[in-house]
């Protein structure tokens, strides 16, 4: 799947939504199993994941220097990403993720 010119960063190299995926991937690979635990436990169907919470796994992927930067570039696109057929919700603060998206990202980090 080839990336729109919106979803690619300023020098049109990196997607912005794949850097994006892959920092929170970071962040579920630490925290994801606990979180799941705690969602299932809650027996809520969507969990709130604060963006101060993600930034510590920014790399400075492509080419950003602030988490922020990327990320709202990434939202002035979209307020909804489509993954793994689940959807993430964008929001200024938070990101909201479904149990099954959850659940599909933790299955994932831990066969890698």
Do not use: H, P, Q, W
């Amino acid at each position: 799947m080839e990336n729109t010119d919106e979803e690619k960063n300023r020098s049109g190299v990196c997607s912005i939504r794949e850097a994006f995926i892959n920092i929170l991937l970071n962040y579920i690979n630490s925290r994801g199993t606990m979180l799941l635990s705690l969602l299932k436990a809650s027996g809520m169907d969507k969990l709130k994941i604060e963006l101060r919470g993600l930034r510590r796994y920014f790399n400075g992927e492509c080419g950003y220097e602030k988490f922020d930067e990327l990320y709202f570039d990434l939202k002035k696109n979209t307020n909804i990403l489509d993954v793994m057929g689940g959807f993430i919700e964008l929001y200024d603060e938070y990101i909201v993720v479904t149990k099954e998206l959850l659940n599909n990202l933790v299955n994932l980090v831990k066969s890698n």
